[in-house]
């Protein structure tokens, strides 16, 4: 009999895991609070409890290409980066493709889940729901949490003093939604994340005034790259990964500066983190130094102190007339349902490789999506969903308590030396190596050194190419016999939403080429005769 799982949310992390469920043949049933589908994505006017929040303009950080789920590539028409309607799009596409809707319970929310009482021998939940004020408890052999990590707004006004006395508007960022009626305020952005630089660019164009207060300040990348491919197609390779890996810190800092650093100077834009040999997640934002350049954005120190009208800096400088500050603070994460099973503690997130709590008796219980990767969260995601349906079904085991609890004080150790100690890096990871680690544990990590001989052109595409996520679909369970081709044909997607305008083909052969085998014969000839 199919082992019956319940699924918690029906955001990316759940329509995943749902699949995936159904891929091993397991019986799942996912519990969503709203009703419908698309989680974070799934933009609203209104601010919802217990649901993520979004502003309109949201558009993804990674491409399409990177993006997308191992046996399911994105429409090739579809932009390179996503406004958040298209991600929706593209899961509304994918649940229906795979028949998932089925699956899913609207309008119920997840009371609690308890052990059952003979949880050390069967492993067994019982998950409490209420829909349209009924009650109902159902038991289940295993339990996916996939109600996301931006729901709790992180709001530290005790860090703030003279918030009391600020007599303008204050609000936390998850509250944004679009510019309209910020028009002539002057404004005060708290944070230099993701979201803190989207709104301070994007009220930037109808405010008299905005500033942007951060305390370490950030790298900020492009997502226009090497040629104008998207910045994570060249950045993300297993030989640049290989390279951070092996290579002295500082040689990984300078290369860093040096990539950034050929957009704009960070120093002059008051930009410049304060420890550059932190790899934090850097900014992703196209828009952020043109409005720096042009004054409509002002970078400052911390804030202080606030007064009744003022915000006064760290550096002694003073900003009169504040009308609103937006607090991009990021989040906390809670699941006031598990009874404190999942829960940080000394500056630590313990979870076995940010999934499996390691205490409990049975692995029945997995937490999808609780990461940060710097790169693509979707193909991670389901590599996480990917090796739990394994476990659930005893196809894949874990080790003991002892040697899971050893591993996350290690990675933690790791994260720390890596990203910092700030709770902001609290789910931080390097992207290839987290995911090459789930697909050793799933038996779908490519064998590069095998395939150089097999297949050498592929070879070399998935060691110097960009690692996404049809890699982990080429062996092993759940292999798909499209995924080299997908790998070869990744570049047509890439430029068929961008060739909208009918040109004449230019030469095959490069006048640049040309110019350098001209330059590389002048030396030759300079050298010979000088030989005479």
Known sequence: MAKKVAVIGAGVSGLVSLKCCVDEGLKPTCFEKTEDIGGLWRFK?????GRASIYQSVISNTSKEMSCLSDFPMPEDFPNFLPNSKVLEYFRIFAKKFDLLKYIQFQTTVLSVKKHPDFATSGQWVVVTENNGKKQSAVFDGVMICSGHHVFPNLPLESFPGIQK?????????????????????????????????IAVELSKKA???????????????????DGYPWDLTFLTRFKAMLKNIVPRIVVKWAMENVVYQWFNHENYGLVPQNKYLLKEPVVNDDLPSRILYGAIKVKSRVKELTETSAIFEDGTVEENIDIIVFATGYTFSFPFLDDLVKVENNMVSLYKFIFPPQLEKSTLACIGLIQPLGPIFPAIELQARWVTRVFKGLCTLPSERTMMEDIIKRNKQRIDWFGESKSQLLQTSYISYSDELAVEIGVKPDILSLLLKDPKLAVKLYFGPCNSYQYRLVGPGQWDGA?????TQKQRILKPLKTRAIKTSSTFPVSFLLKILGLLAVVVAFFSQLQ
């Open 45 to 49: 006017e209104t601010v919802d409890d």
């Open 166 to 198: 600020f007599k303008g508007q204050y609000f936390h960022s998850r509250q944004y939604k679009h510019p309209e009626g910020f028009e002539k305020k002057r404004i005060l952005v708290i944070g230099i994340g993701n979201s803190a630089s989207d």
């Open 208 to 226: 008299a005034q905005v500033f942007i207060s951060t305390r370490h300040g950030s790298w900020v990348l492009s997502r226009i790259s090497e």
């Open 484 to 488: 080299r081709n997908a790998i070869f």
